[in-house]
């Protein structure tokens, strides 16, 4: 792959990486990957398709021949703006299972690698620092205390006008968590190299800051 500037952000569930991950590459102008969409479309264009979940060779066939367009905020399944649909937790938790599947991960390996354009990419999911990007030159773990990100899942989906419980979603969240982890391909995990940023205790604004700080200083370094 050419060298192209990559910061990989990754992070389990609802711990800000997205909004974190956006806001910088706005700031920096960097091309903004959201691998975790690549994944929820996957399992929406398979639940349309009458595919099954569990069907590792049909879904990583929808993977490969998924039709996806991203233009700006919109993302156009088949031609259809699937933005809101697939940000459900139907999805969310469809797209956590398919992910655990070996021939899919490889089938959308392409796909996310060909984001990184000039002048640079920021791109966030579970694998970006491991599979997808090992060569970025800045890498970070982003999480939060399980107890925070169930917090602003809650007042997201209120926020969204969406019933919630608390319980319910700590439950889904610790599940999720529990999945990606453990599964045998690419497993959520903090790479070697990638700076923690735990923010529990920090607001947006601070965890932009601190990535644009770490960016700053890896310029340098290259520059030194
Ligand atoms: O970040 P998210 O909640 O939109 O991601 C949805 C699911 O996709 C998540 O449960 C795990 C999976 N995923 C993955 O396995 N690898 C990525 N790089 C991004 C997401």
Same mark, same amino acid.
Do not use: E, G, L, Q
């Given at each position: 792959m050419t060298q192209i500037s990559v910061i990989a952000i990754d992070g389990p569930s609802a711990s800000g990486k997205g909004t974190v991950a956006q806001l910088v590459a706005e700031q920096l102008g960097f091309h903004y990957l959201d691998s975790g969409a690549i994944y929820r479309l996957t399992a929406l264009a398979a639940q349309q398709q009458g595919?099954?979940?569990?069907d590792e060779e049909k879904v990583s066939t929808v993977a490969q021949y998924l039709d996806v367009v991203f233009d700006g905020e919109r993302i156009l399944l088949a031609q259809q703006d699937v933005s809101a649909a697939i940000r459900s937790e139907d999805i969310g938790s469809g797209a956590s299972q398919i992910a655990a599947l070996p021939k899919v991960r490889a089938a959308l390996l392409a796909r996310q690698q060909a984001f990184a354009k000039a002048p640079g990419l920021v791109a966030d999911g579970r694998d970006m620092a491991s599979? !997808?990007? &090992?060569?970025?030159?800045l890498k970070i773990f982003l999480t939060a205390s399980a107890a925070a990100r169930a917090e602003r899942r809650y007042k997201q989906l209120l926020g969204r006008g969406e019933s919630a419980d608390l319980a319910v979603i700590t439950a889904d969240l610790e599940a999720r968590d529990a999945r990606d982890r453990a599964r045998? !391909?690419? &497993?959520l995990a903090q790479a070697a190299d990638a700076y923690l940023l735990d923010t529990t205790e920090l607001d947006i604004d601070s965890a932009v800051k601190q990535v644009l700080l770490w960016w700053a200083e890896k310029l340098k370094e290259n520059n030194a």
């Open positions: 595919v099954s979940w569990s599979v !997808v990007f &090992p060569d970025a030159p045998s !391909v690419a &497993p």
